[in-house]
């Protein structure tokens, strides 16, 4: 009953903080269509989907990343003419080209506007990370002169992801996913965060998408493994999941409800999988699926939407209470690959007494603010507190999976 009041009391918080603007069952998801040239949009509830940007004039030529930028318009990365285009936020109407191959892009996957305003691109074919003026698209050269990231640990970029001003980056060629301190030197703040080879297939791995779990652990997708990889916020390797579905998985984020949503390039389709469960299911079925993006109408949210993991919280309520004791005691002296949700708190892979230490010393039964946040990219509409729309989610996903386990 005090979950469920808790619940109630963030989500209703959340509502009187926008103003009674956000509405999280209108999230909408954007689908990018690199070989058709088109930009889908799909509703979360009745996962129909359709075109937002497509035909000819739109100027799409092998859409990959997608983001909404601080005028609340989308940005669109072309991988076959290496341009980043503009297009209104609300009608998708096109709007030019926002940076040019001239400035450097050589097909361009993911890009991300960070949290210094400025538009932060994987440059693929160059083996680069580009940075560029958000409001003018300028390019804004590192310290080397020219590209923001380049050598070093750096080999093709494919997909980003920011957490504060930690810039996470899945590199294709070398089998890592790198991180980047934007505030510091690039060839002194580029460090290995995880690395693919426990996960390794014969096809070898070959990260396509990245995305943060609920709690904390990073997932990414082998796009030539045909598997998926699951790190823990230290980067240490926990487990891989194969099936059928993954077939060369290009993207992947999770949706409110805690399911992880695979954009399959081999099977042109999205998959929902569970990663507590294992259950698969069929999502949507669009033609030559590659890059997701979760958004909010509307309010033109461009932020990462996170779940910061509470230390000790194995039933990831944001509350560290008796029931994750019961969980961790249920597992004591056990192996497992499962981490928090078997008690395992520091991820070593056995339930012992250094998890009950985690346990106790974060015991609160007591909802936790602090455990839910947005890293937040600019906006045209500034949420009255940062960690709203991450609390409504976060709300949103504890509610439907307890009326689906009563």
Known sequence: MMRRAAAILLA??????TGGAFDAAALELLLSSRD???????????????????????????????????????????FYTSEIRKYNGTTGAPLGVFVSSKAGLSAPT???????GNLYVANFGDSTILRFDGQTGAPLPGDNGKAFASGGN????????????DLYVADFGSDRVLKYNITQSPSVASTVFANMTPFLTDDGFSPGGIAFGPNGDLYVSGLLGQNIGVFSST????????????????????????QLLIASTGLNGIFSFDPLTGNINSYATPENPFGLYLTHPGIAIAGEMLFVAVPGDATEDAIVDGADYTIWADHYLQTTNRGVARGDFNHDGLVD?????????????APTLAA?????EPSTLVLAGAGSLAAILFTLRRTRRASANP
Do not use: C
């Open 110 to 116: 993911d890009l991300r506007f960070g949290p210094d």
């Open 353 to 365: 007494g250094a998890d009950y230490t985690i346990w106790a010393d974060h015991y609160s039964p």
């Open 235 to 258: 980067g240490a390797p926990i487990r891989q999941f194969n099936a059928p579905s993954f077939s060369f998985p290009s993207d992947l984020l999770f949706t409110p409800d805690g």
């Open 154 to 165: 750096l080999a093709q970029g494919t997909s980003l992801k920011f957490n504060g001003n």
């Open 12 to 17: 209703a918080l959340v509502w009187l903080s």
């Open 372 to 376: 839910l946040a947005v890293v937040p």
């Open 36 to 78: 058709s040239n088109e930009i889908y949009k799909f509703d979360l509830a009745t996962r129909v989907g359709t075109p937002f940007i497509s035909g000819g004039a739109s100027g799409l030529s092998g859409p990959v990343g997608m983001r909404y930028g601080p005028d609340g318009n989308l940005y669109v990365s072309n």
